[in-house]
């Protein structure tokens, strides 16, 4: 990614390869860029040291799919809010739950939160502007859930793979994660699991009370799930990919697939747009 600060999210404990990525992960690696260049200090700073909950923030939203894939309980309906209601409420509580930060805002708590939504809120806007083409490909969500996933995915890789010249990695990016993971060693990073939950909380009080999310099994869960796709564990990959929940090479974009979502894609109808 010439000209931009990417080359920093490739130095992952002193490693030359940066981890996979996906069109959230570098549409706001570009958010952040923006973010210097127009004097935004609180979340360039943030963003800038800690470019892991950046990361993390953008594909929360996707967090629960991979736990689905493994468990089969019924937590995956939280990805479905996340994307489909009430979306802008949820980033409009987080930050309100910032703006109501009592503690020092130079803190690494605060920042690392800062970092976080600011990836979540990327990941919000990236896919207001992607899932009106999405839909008219495939037609709407609620008819086509599976199909809208495997269609992001597809074109994910592909555009990827024609911006940056190189594929997408699974392993590199759960590698990435773990750098989000609790002190403890195990689940989701505190920080980010309580501004999350105020977050889904009060967006969603009826659903959380009756099935609060499992953030320490989401993450756990989508890193293991990345994990298995690069350890040559074909059966599960290709039950994954088919699924819309883990990337595949660009060249292995079935051709029908190939011809569908990218070649001949349709646009969307004048003035549809949102999520």
Sequence with gaps: MPGSNYDQLKNIEGGEDMPGAFAHMVA??????????????????????????????TVGPDYSYLHHLRSHDSSDSWADLMHYNRTGDVVRSGIQWLSEWAGDRTSMEFQRAVAWLSGYLSHVVLDASIHPVVRAIVGEYEQNAKEHRICEMYMDSFIFKETYGYE?????????????????????????????????????????????????GWHNGYIRAIDMADNSLILFRHAATENGLLYADS?????????????QAKTPATNRFGV
């Design 28 to 57: 706001a690696d570009q958010a952040k860029q923006a973010a210097e260049l127009n004097g935004l200090d609180l979340i360039a700073r943030s963003t800038l040291k800690y470019p892991q909950w950046l990361q993390a923030g």
């Design 168 to 216: 997408l990695v699974n392993d590199e990016w759960a590698d990435y994660l773990r750098h989000t993971t609790d002190d403890s060693g195990d689940g989701m990073d505190r920080t980010i699991k309580t501004i999350w939950g105020h977050m889904l909380k009060s967006t969603y009080p009826k659903e959380y009370e009756q099935n609060s999310p499992d953030f320490d």
């Design 251 to 263: 060249g292995d974009i079935p051709a029908a697939a190939m011809t569908k979502y990218i070649e």
